[in-house]
């Protein structure tokens, strides 16, 4: 049934060759992968105008083009700078690894962590943000929790997309990426044509003059509103390995595109901004310039429908890039090893699972609301960026390759640049929820850190050094194998159960707690009858405890025995038919096993007996 | 720390021999197995007053004694045919055990069914009707679910005073009923006194005439909402085993003392309301009847403190007789058998803690309201109580003893009575919910039934008969115990189970699940370098599964086998010093354990390996 379900949603296992298959080119990987840093198209002017309106008026058009294009020379820098980090580590892993290698463990970890959180909030953040976009169309979705039930519902959605698989979910998530990026681009080019060779006059609005002197710190501010736009960049470089091969170049080139794409849409939709003066309200300012560039028809809509969809995909990036990153981090041994295993469809679904419940979380927790979340969004992405920058620095100092002086020149100083965005960031937003991303990291970097000690420390204690291989000693002389069988009573399963103990050694006891004297003599009657050729002890359990009496025996057993010698113990359990027949037995073989296998030197061997269909049994 | 709080909780363990003093008498048999017929004496006689006042107006006084008078005589019917009963039946069990011996199986489960439901909606209706007189003087209690969550803190109370144990539980809950007594006799002496001595006059309330004719049909409703003053008589036939010795003259003489206490408080504050002319409203009768009587004062308090206290406790009749009858039934096989066994203070813990859980949930469920609870009471103990006495009438006239004549009779008419009371309940109280206990008796029975055909078909599988014993086949020779070790990796846990298979057998194969060719040789070159003198076996799994290629392995390798052969798989599992870290295991143990233990003759042995302490490790 469960199985079946899977199947339907996730489609048939591919076979481990079908990996190369799975792979995407430049077609289906710059969708995929850019839609988090395009859907920013869609709020981060707008983020930005909200900063600016309310404290310098109507000069806040020209500001607008100048932040914009702040932010996209920045884009630029790190553009150059990730391509650099491509080229030098084709196996994908992005900060994690280059901060890692370069700048140590604990720079490579705190890259990790703060990524990580990033990319977690880039799932709760773009969903919240799409369907308020819905909500706010149709407000009756709003009752009822909507907004909450609509969001886990698109990640569910999200989920069962990736776990399809890395080519199935590019597909899915790609065409309606480049469905927005054609929206808005013919909205450029029309708006700017009605407005240049039509000279169409766009209403002016009422806005008040300016009301404080433009400042540094309101660029600033500004700044850090629009930023959210570049997350999307360390997506590209954790899935190198995704790409067909040649997969540094595809992931190269998809960066370039990636930039201009964002340079023209991001640009572009400034410099429309300022041609139409639109006042971000009670709808977006994209829905506002369609509505005067096309009026209120087809591509209106088309418009308004793309943007939902692109800010809800936005989430898709995350879904690309923490599985590769976690699994990364899982294969060095820095994160729970089942996150680097490949599930039925080749993707890594349990960092798949991982983004679903812990952004479901964030969703539930904070109500779906993207003004409570965005405060916490971005700082984790810059840290990364400026860990991922000095690292590369670093390295081009350290190798002293060709034209090193350059490189180490452009990833300094994008290093520079996103640390002060790093710092910006932090200062604006720290009351807006940024502190508890600061508080987060240092708490993830130390989990990762006492993950990583404990599977050193695992390692460790199983590894047979190559020089111990030739003379390990296997020979089993020295064990002596004593076998001790618990009984409750005399029936067919502990008969099966002595039967099976004088298999695998002639150093037996049946072992029984009675309650009481008559009980015991019962037993030891019955017993005595079998002929088992084994012998009973007895033990006496006046507070009408069952286990300990056994683990007390077995303790003194253990203790009588020289080292190296191992004791069995032999428990039979039911396996009953339907499920909740099993409330209907003690399942004491349960706590006795957990009790047990707390001691050293002692197995514990199960001999399942297979109850039979009540109603076959009563009517034979 | 479990156990400590556990300790101070419920005290320290009792040895099976501490039962005999462990049992109360008299003195203390009879608050605790009273109280929940003596807290009828603080609703039933206002819940008459409901049913009458606003139909024959201020004749409801006059039919209120007639009515009380009704139901005193059913009870003096039901505790001479209880006598009769606990004679007979001296190891309790009442209705159950009297219904099944003397009219089958059917209507003994019948019996236990009505009265399981009776004794758990006797702990929700008790402890929210209590809840209800504190919140109606302290309504700020309300707020916040506060009375759903009083009412649980003192089911929980109730619950750990219970598994101290029957003595300590007697001692703490009996004292309080005896101080109610106390208050209502007080009461009665003071309130007769004041009319009879001191021709006190009370003043005469506003009430309408007669609305309506004075039928049969009020009379019944009455009678039927007065009735629940009688659901604690079956309590007592449960607990004779909890007497001490001479424990059915003690049971008998706790049933007359009640009858008694009954028939004076009970029908003493029918007369006493018909001279005071109470109107139940916002205050109870018995707090309306103390004020004129003591006026407000220390005595008025004292009967509100102590009336609020008995409702509470009459729940504790249900925390005595509800385990007792369980463990009953579960003995006999028709309940879980984890229901009979005596926790640490020798009371039955498990029965203890399912009414606990299942009263809590329909408290939950019902919001703590009595009006919506109420409806289901009471229809379950008639039940009973008419299964019971048929049972007694069939017993007489199938043994004939002597004077059986007269004592059918009794029995006879009391099964007629309560049958009448049944079909009365029914049928008034149907639309406020005895349909859903209508409904869940059934429901019960189907359920109780299956259970009992599992026990008795685990017992038909197990059981070895007594002229098999003798002959019965010890000899191993045909058995041949083939072992398998899966392996993952050559580490020191894999080594130690290949040395543990070498101990039990010389039939060994290891065995490998590879992902790709490249693991595959590496691990089989490491084999070789180890000489273990096992052949090792390696599958490829293209689909990166483990373990169902290991699965298919040994299902071929049982195929190859002849019967009454027996396969071992030896697993290794790792026990981690701290618990978080078991999640940075695979765990594939655990699943492998619980498929293999499907198939018959396969045997799981689990050879434990202690992790040590990480910082230990890592610092040698």
């Known amino acids: 049934m469960y199985k079946k379900i899977k199947r339907f949603l996730v489609g048939t296992p591919l076979g481990n060759n079908a990996l190369d298959e799975e792979k995407y080119g430049i077609t289906w990987g710059l969708p995929i992968l850019a ?69 140590g463990v604990h720079a490579g970890v705190t890259a990790g962590a703060a990524l990580s959180i990033d990319y977690i909030l880039t799932v709760a953040v773009s969903i919240s943000s799409g369907v308020e976009q819905i909500t706010s169309a149709f407000p009756q979705l709003r009752q009822h929790y909507g907004s909450i039930i609509i969001s886990v519902i698109l990640v569910l959605v999200m989920m069962v997309g990736n776990l399809r698989g890395i080519r199935e979910s590019s597909k899915v998530f790609g065409l309606p990426a480049y469905a927005f990026m054609f929206a808005i681009f013919a909205m450029l080019i029309t708006g700017f044509y009605k407005v240049m060779v039509l000279h169409y006059v766009p209403t002016v609005p009422d806005l008040k003059a300016a009301v404080e002197p433009l400042s540094l710190f309101l660029l600033l501010k500004a700044f ?54 639109v006042v971000p309200g009670d709808k977006a300012i994209l829905i506002l310039m369609a509505e005067q560039v096309f009026g209120v028809g087809f591509m209106y809509y088309f418009v308004t429908a793309t943007t939902f969809i692109i800010l809800v995909l936005a989430a898709n990036t995350a879904f690309s890039g923490f599985p590769m990153l976690i699994s990364v981090m899982a294969k060095e041994g820095y994160a729970p090893r089942q996150l680097c295993m490949r599930g039925d469809r080749l993707a890594y679904d349990n960092g798949i699972y991982l983004l679903t419940i812990v952004s479901i979380i964030l969703i539930i927790a904070f109500k779906a609301s993207v003004t409570s979340l965005i405060g916490l969004y971005a700082i984790g992405v810059f840290i990364s960026f400026t860990l991922s920058q000095t690292g590369m620095f670093v390295k081009w100092c350290r190798d002293k390759g060709p034209h090193w002086h ?6 300094g100083f994008g290093a520079v640049i996103t640390a002060i965005a790093v710092v910006i960031i932090a200062f604006e937003k720290f009351q807006q929820g940024a502190w508890l991303v600061v508080v987060l990291i240092p708490i993830m970097i130390f989990l990762i850190l006492k993950v990583e000690r404990h ?48 298999t695998i050694s002639d150093n037996i006891i049946a072992f029984n707690v009675a309650i009481d004297e008559d009980a015991a003599n019962e037993l030891r009657m019955k017993y005595e009858k079998l002929n088992a050729g084994v012998p009973l002890t007895i033990e006496f359990s006046p507070f009408r405890e069952i286990v300990d009496p056994l683990l007390r025996f077995i303790a003194s057993e253990e203790y009588d025995y020289k080292k190296g010698d ?44 297979q109850l039979k269909d009540d109603k076959l049994i009563l009517n034979s």
């Open 406 to 411: 350059l490189k180490a020149a452009l990833n």
């Open 35 to 103: 839609s988090d840093a395009i859907s920013s198209v869609a709020y981060a002017g707008q983020e930005m105008l909200m900063v600016l309106i309310p404290a310098v008026g109507i000069l806040a058009y020209g500001q607008l083009s100048i932040v914009s294009f702040g932010i996209i020379g920045l884009l630029f820098i790190l553009m150059l700078s990730y391509r650099q980090t491509i080229d030098n580590y084709p196996n994908g892993g992005g900060a994690f690894i280059v901060s890692k290698e370069n700048l």
């Open 566 to 609: 191992i004791i069995t113990v032999i428990l039979p359990q039911f396996k009953v038919k339907k499920g909740w027949h099993k409330f209907l037995h003690n399942n004491t073989e349960f706590f006795i096993r957990q009790e047990l296998l707390k001691h050293k030197h002692i197995v514990v061997s199960t001999i399942p007996l």
């Open 455 to 502: 599977y050193k420390s695992v390692k460790k204690q199983l590894r047979i050094k190559p020089e111990e291989y030739d003379d390990y000693d296997m020979s089993v002389d020295k064990y002596r194998n004593r076998v001790i069988v618990p009984i409750e009573s005399i029936n067919k399963s502990s008969v099966r159960a002595l039967k099976y103990a004088k």
């Open 224 to 277: 850090s509103s629009g930023c959210t736009a570049l997350t999307g960049i360390e997506a590209v470089s954790n899935a190198v390995p995704n790409f067909k091969s040649p997969s540094t170049k595809h992931a190269k080139t998809v960066l370039l595109l990636l930039s201009f794409i964002i340079l023209i849409l991001f640009g572009g939709t400034s410099i429309l901004a300022n041609m139409y003066r």
